[in-house]
């Protein structure tokens, strides 16, 4: 199965496109304070000129069940990625995780710093409330963690992996066939400036996923 590749942080429908042409499988908006937030109503403007294929990934940060829910609908977002201190509780009672509805799918983000360990065997523990668990250096630093010490960490787990933190054309590559991960996440490593997209470095990053997936 191909790696699943997100370009976060999207704040136009240019930039939007051209990630779509590139060959993105998702776009991220953020709606917790940053540079790059965008408000529900830009990205539902956004998300209904995208092709049905491509997923809407909304980004929260401790933010209440009711406004999540609420701009889910508004802007017809497919998964939520919560990149705070949410609990598999939290998670557990977000959306109804059966029955006939629109099934709306969660990335639970845990940060690769000392707490690491101990959250992701929390999230391990209660798989069932969370559909893949993003691994971060940290909201917006741009920099990458520690690569060997958390390849230790997760190997041998079943879970559904993103890597994200400090990834580019160049680097994307080595991460691909250090972790096979299920999917990668990227903001500024295809960026021209903060919250503008560079077309070229899109369709750089994902040849250099694809590249590396076939090796």
């Not at 060959?23 to 092709?51: K, V």
């Not at 209440?64 to 609908?73: C, D, F, G, K, Y």
């Not at 690491?116 to 909201?139: H, K, M, P, Q, Y």
Request: hydrophobic content about 40%; aromatic content about 6%.
């Amino acid at each position: 199965m191909p790696i699943w590749i997100k370009i976060c942080a999207t704040t136009s429908l240019g930039d939007a496109l051209a990630s779509v042409a590139a060959g993105a499988d998702a776009l991220g908006f953020i709606f917790a304070p940053s540079p790059r937030r965008i408000t529900p109503e830009q990205a539902r403007e956004i998300a209904t000129q995208l092709p049905e294929k491509i997923e809407r990934i909304g980004v929260f940060v401790n933010e209440s069940p009711e406004l999540i829910r609420a701009t889910v609908e508004q802007v017809g977002l497919t998964a939520v990625q919560l990149h705070g201190e949410e609990t598999p509780e939290f998670l557990a009672g977000l959306f109804a995780r059966g029955g006939r509805g629109r099934r709306i799918g969660l990335i639970k983000s845990i940060l690769a710093n000392d707490q690491f360990e101990t959250r992701l065997a929390l999230f391990t523990r209660n798989r069932e409330c969370v559909d893949s668990i993003l691994i971060d250096s940290g909201s917006g630093s741009g920099k990458t963690f520690d690569w060997d010490k958390v390849q230790s960490l997760v190997r041998g787990h079943t879970m559904r992996f993103i890597i994200a933190g400090g990834l580019n054309p160049e680097n994307v590559g080595v991460a691909v066939q250090k972790f096979s991960p299920w999917g990668v996440d990227v903001v500024s490593g295809v960026e021209r400036e903060p919250g503008r997209k560079d077309p070229e470095k899109l369709q750089a990053f994902i040849a250099a996923v694809r590249k590396a997936e076939q090796q």
